[in-house]
């Protein structure tokens, strides 16, 4: 991979929110969100997160991709799990410059902005094996 890592989210995009796959939810990210909305976390996740033996996710709204997307953005922007958060220094994007520059086809935040040398971009992507290990 590249020494550096050019990147700067742009205003007013939602395509990574639009793509499909799961979010994923570490409990942190579940007690967060909840706290935000002002629901308990037994209240978040009752009505949205989807809960297997050792990974829970977001719930996938039938008509939409995320009950938080709404026209003006996230609308828990400031609470968002730790997927969204650190989108897109995610390891598996992060060591690999096929996937990297595979995401930038529906990323235009991608080689915009300042160079994130990679180590900080490193860093980044250690939160989500720490936040999601199930997944790493
Ligand atoms: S797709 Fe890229 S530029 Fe658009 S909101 Fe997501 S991170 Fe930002
Ligand atoms: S939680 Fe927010 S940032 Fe994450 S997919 Fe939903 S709308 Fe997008």
Redesign the pocket.
């Known amino acids: 991979m590249a020494e550096a890592l050019r990147f700067e ?2 205003p007013g ?4 929110c639009t793509q499909r796959g799961f979010v994923y939810l570490s409990d942190a990210d579940i007690q967060r969100a909840a706290a935000f909305i002002s629901m308990s976390a037994a209240a978040f996740e009752r009505k949205f997160v989807y809960r297997t033996r050792n990974r829970a996710r977001l719930r996938v709204p039938r008509d939409a991709n995320c009950h938080f997307l709404l026209a003006g953005g996230c609308s828990i922007h400031p609470a968002k799990p730790t997927q969204c958060r650190t ?2 220094f995610w390891p598996e994007l992060v060591e690999s410059r096929r996937e990297w520059r595979k995401t930038a086809r ?4 991608i080689d915009k902005g300042p160079l994130i040398h990679i180590e900080t971009a490193r860093t980044i992507a250690q939160e989500m094996r720490e936040a999601y290990p199930a997944l790493y």
């Open positions: 989210c742009q995009c939602t395509a990574c989108f897109p529906y990323c235009p935040g």
